[in-house]
């Protein structure tokens, strides 16, 4: 079992910036990918940022170049660094974590956190 617990939400106006952090304990193996989901209500969950324990990154397109995702293997932390924030980008972000046998989009998800974009 992995626990996930994510922090970092809150409100902030658009063009700003915002960090949101998951820290993951429990059977962690030492190869996994961890990453960062968002969802609005009625709607799927859509991949933001994934990264390896090699540091491989991927990125949604509509992210790219806004948000950075980065990690501290040491600590099994994960963050995501949002700059430019939109109205859009508003959801709560959602920590994953799985190993590279699991397909993408299953594995261990954390409670979420909001992130709320508005003037």
């Known amino acids: 079992q992995v626990q996930l617990v994510e922090s970092g939400g809150g409100l902030v106006q658009p063009g700003g910036s915002l960090r949101v952090s998951c820290a993951a304990s429990?059977?962690?193996?030492?190869?996994?990918?961890m990453g960062w989901y968002r969802q609005t209500p009625g709607k799927e969950r859509d991949l933001v940022a994934t990264?390896?324990?090699?540091?491989?990154?991927n990125y949604a397109d509509s992210v790219k170049g806004r948000f950075t995702i980065s990690r501290d293997n040491a600590k099994n932390m994960v963050y995501l660094q949002m700059n430019s924030l939109k109205s859009e980008d508003t959801a709560v972000y959602y920590c994953?974590?799985?190993?590279?046998?699991?397909?993408?989009?299953?594995?261990?998800w954390g409670k979420g956190t909001l992130v709320t974009v508005r003037s």
């Open positions: 994953n974590y799985r190993t590279f046998a699991t397909p993408v989009g299953l594995g261990y």
């Open positions: 429990g059977s962690i193996s030492s190869i996994y990918v």
């Open positions: 990264i390896t324990t090699r540091g491989t990154t």
